[in-house]
């Protein structure tokens, strides 16, 4: 019989990851050296302060100026999801500052009372100040005539917000040139011009993921290309209510007539053909890949375009080709290192407890509980079915309950508690969950187990508040030594860990006060999943492995049938099943991976302790952080 790895083994394995993912990571993003990458952090308005990423390629200089290109993330995600933009632009000899927006990330939360839409109008979320950092000279390795702006989503809407502010102001200097009392009275001089043009300091954008009907074409003098993928959620948002933006599309005609002289116009839009002339301010191009609004970052196809479009705009001549890419390997290195990090947290728990203040924590997995019977497999697999059914109902009432529940989080307003609005969906969705399995497993357990042999010890529920008490502590101390871990590597590589946007990374000290309200709701959930996992799925004659597949299936049951049907409808129809709150949906869909990871958890976490509290109280950490982290804040602390 093979001898069981012990922790000091898995504690090895997930270092080892974790290495592996940091350096691959690293050397990815840097290009293989060839770019440097720095933190910034800006002083802006109402004493805010706006951080940002810089991709600097290494050859820039005083004397080899490079163009730079200002990116924004969307809505759920921080300056690291920009990464495909980022690493393949400055491979390429542009600079690229992926920008944490305002109330995201590393930078301050949003500080007007109106609340998160208001900023992005007035600034594009820290945007604008950015753009006048760089158009400062300050950095004298920028070519300020070539500035661009781009984003997903709300980064999209934040470009659009970037070029109306200029365009504006360039508006309103050449309105002022026409006047008679100006210099040249009614005709425009030179030096009028020159200043004007001066104000109208981005030279091209790219927003992707922010239907073009959303800009106001009349105060856009700069060269932009759209991109928007033909599965957009966004669809309705487009004129036609399908989101279509070639042949005759009102939306796509509009964005490229917008620059066109009245003798060029058109009537159909042609995909990837480029309008207008780029020295002049007019150039105008649409991609449509057919890709899901969140799929745009992180999609092949849609990376191709991007560096299409600033190859072409900037005039560069490159010997990457746009199908040269290795942003996606980069991420893959995140996913190693996001297995380590889960790895990590079992085999620390087994050696803390050599400390005398956790020992008496340990224990050993208890009996499981007796073999399925034809009537116990009845009970099994219907409450399995049950709870992924409610599962399901629950993800459609927790939208009108977030809406009853925290109306000013739903407006985006700042609130000094729950200010996390994508956060607060999960969070009612899991309490209402978490209810529900705890009554079905008191049901069951009190009405037929019990009286077939199961014993609170096989359950592994009760306990002393004393142990609960160092089962928290036990808990807040793992967790602290992976938040040392990750910040570690973030002060070292320049990296952290994630899959696809939700992620484990470093944060600013506010963010633990943001974190605290929603810990009970979601130890709610996770204790009820702890005791359905341990204390009620764990058979006798079902081997381990296909027993917490199982689990881990039933975790994640509800949640994928919602993404099924919601996406399943949009590929068949071009709209969303559920449009109004297709982000909600959206955002449970993205707890997929995670829910079916907590049933192991769980599971790993009870072997060693006997308790299901330790994993309850693990996961409930894990989660809230992976929420926190990774989504709007709009809490009264910055």
């Not at 301010?281 to 991609?287: C, E, N, S, W």
């Not at 049901?443 to 008490?469: D, F, Q, R």
Request: net charge positive.
């Amino acid at each position: 019989m093979k001898e069981k790895k012990g922790p000091k083994f898995w504690l090895g394995v997930s270092l080892i990851l974790i290495l592996i993912s940091c350096i691959g990571a690293s050397i990815l993003q840097s290009n293989f050296g060839s770019v440097r990458i720095r933190d910034i952090y800006l002083g802006t308005d109402q004493q805010q302060q706006l951080h940002a990423l810089m991709f600097i390629p290494k050859n820039a200089s005083a004397e080899h100026k490079v163009p730079v290109v200002i990116t924004s993330h969307g809505w759920l995600n921080s300056a690291e999801v920009q990464d495909a933009a980022s690493i393949e632009l400055s491979r390429r000899g542009i600079m690229v500052i992926a920008m944490d927006a305002y109330s995201h990330g590393m930078s301050s939360n949003v500080r007007l009372k109106e609340g998160l839409f208001p900023q992005i109008d007035i600034d594009g979320m820290g945007m604008v100040p950015l753009v006048e950092y760089v158009s400062s000279g300050i950095l004298d390795y920028v070519d300020t005539s070539r500035i661009g702006v781009m984003g997903h989503s709300m980064g999209g809407m934040n470009s659009y917000t970037t070029i109306r502010h200029y365009g504006r102001m360039y508006k309103a200097a050449v309105e002022d040139a026409k006047k008679p009392s100006s210099d040249g009275g009614s005709t425009i001089t030179t030096a009028e011009q020159a200043h004007a043009n001066s104000l109208n300091k981005v030279y091209a954008a790219f927003p992707t993921g922010a239907p073009p009907s959303i800009n106001n074409w009349d105060e856009t003098f700069c060269n932009v290309g759209i991109l928007l993928g033909s599965l957009e959620e966004l669809g309705s948002m487009v004129k036609g209510g399908k989101p279509f933006l070639f042949g005759e599309s009102p939306d796509g005609v509009e964005a490229i007539n917008s620059s066109l002289p009245d003798d060029q116009k058109i009537s159909s839009v042609e995909l990837g053909k480029y309008y207008g002339n780029k020295d002049n301010g007019t150039l105008r191009v649409i991609y449509q890949p057919k890709i899901t609004h969140p799929w745009i970052h992180f999609s092949y196809r849609a990376t191709a375009d991007l560096i299409e479009y600033w190859n072409t705009v900037f005039g560069l001549n490159n010997v990457l080709g746009k199908g040269n890419q290795i942003w996606n390997i980069k991420e893959f290195f995140n996913l190693i290192g996001l297995v380590g990090i889960f790895l990590l947290l079992v085999p620390l728990a087994q050696i803390l407890f050599i400390f005398p203040v956790f020992s008496d924590l340990k224990g050993s997995e208890p009996a499981k509980l007796p073999a399925l019977t034809a009537s116990s497999k009845k009970l099994f697999w219907g409450g399995w079915v049950l709870c992924g059914a409610v599962s399901f109902v629950t993800t459609l009432l927790a939208i009108p309950v977030l809406k009853l529940l925290f109306p000013a989080s739903v407006a985006l307003t700042p609130s000094l508690f729950f200010g996390a609005e994508m956060t607060n969906v999960i969070m009612v969705w899991a309490f209402m969950n978490g209810v529900f399995c705890l009554f079905w497993f008191w049901l069951t357990y009190k009405k037929v187990t019990s009286k077939n042999g199961v014993t609170a010890e096989m359950i592994g529920w009760k306990i002393s508040g004393k142990h609960i008490l160092k089962t928290l502590g036990l808990t807040i101390s793992i967790i602290t030594i992976v938040y040392a871990v990750i910040t570690f590597c973030r002060w070292l590589f320049m990296t952290d860990f994630r899959i696809w946007t939700p992620a484990l990374k470093t944060f600013k000290p506010d963010k633990l006060v943001t974190m605290i309200p929603y810990l009970p709701f979601y130890f709610v959930f996770f204790l009820a999943n702890g005791l359905l996992v341990n204390g009620a799925n764990r058979i006798e004659g079902m081997s381990e492995r296909k027993n917490l597949f199982i689990c881990g299936l039933g975790n994640i049951l509800g949640p994928t049938l919602l993404w099924a049907i919601q996406y399943g409808t949009l590929i068949v129809t071009n709209n969303v099943w559920l449009e109004t709150d297709w982000i909600c949906i959206l955002v449970i869909a993205f707890c997929i991976p995670q829910l079916f990871v907590a049933a192991y958890i769980s599971r790993y976490c009870f072997k060693i302790t006997g308790k299901v509290w330790l994993g309850a109280m693990v996961n409930t950490f894990i989660w809230v952080m992976l929420g926190i982290m990774n989504t709007c804040i709009t809490g009264a602390f910055f």
